[in-house]
């Protein structure tokens, strides 16, 4: 029975020697604790570095574009890539890749990133997974992509791809691109690996409004 909801006569030392019990057992912990927010790099198959950026950009290859900083903004938790568009005719264009190695064996993997507008107009961003026959990422193969809009709100893309079993090397490189001028976006939450990192679903309601969730089924 609750303590609120017993008899009133003799409940005051009932509750004192309750209170008692439950501080010397090391049970009284106090006030809660906030959680951290899980993200997609927070997932154990993800084989990314650093790819949440909390505290800078390290890991990171600055492929094309004017420059790329660290920001405190972040999709999930704190912390992003802020990459500045260069021109690379005919369109303005930013990239940063990362190698990862230790492929082999694997059928399929997923890729996914976060992707926010900083200023101008990018028409639209995406991933460039370039796989490669080694685990430093020297002897090229095919290459794939995939792409799409973004938004001044966080969004997200991702994708899962085949491998066969020569790839043991994949090159995973977040791209924008614009033929409006120069532009900034934040990138997060970069995932490689066999998980849930790729889901492709967009807007956890940072647009400000339900508009693109449903509670019927298509």
Known sequence: MHPTLAPQHG????????IVFIAASGLLVGLPVPVRAQGPCDDPANRTLNGDFP????GWVL????NSSHSLDGNVGPGSIEVVS???????LTKINQCVGGLAGLSSIDLGASFRIASGTPYGCGIEARKY?????????DLMGFYTY????WSR????IDLDPAVRGIRISPICFSSTGVFSV????????????????NDGFESGSTSVWSAEVP
């Open 11 to 18: 409940s005051r030392s009932l509750w004192t020697k309750t």
């Open 55 to 58: 505290i800078d950009t390290y």
């Open 133 to 141: 026959s080694d685990d430093n990422c020297t002897t090229p193969m």
């Open 186 to 201: 934040h990138i997060d939450d970069i995932y490689l690996g066999v998980g849930v990192g790729a889901i492709i679903f």
């Open 150 to 153: 973004v938004y001044t709100y």
């Open 86 to 92: 260069a021109p690379e005719a005919p369109d303005e």
């Open 157 to 160: 893309i991702g994708s899962t």
């Open 63 to 66: 492929e094309i574009g004017s």
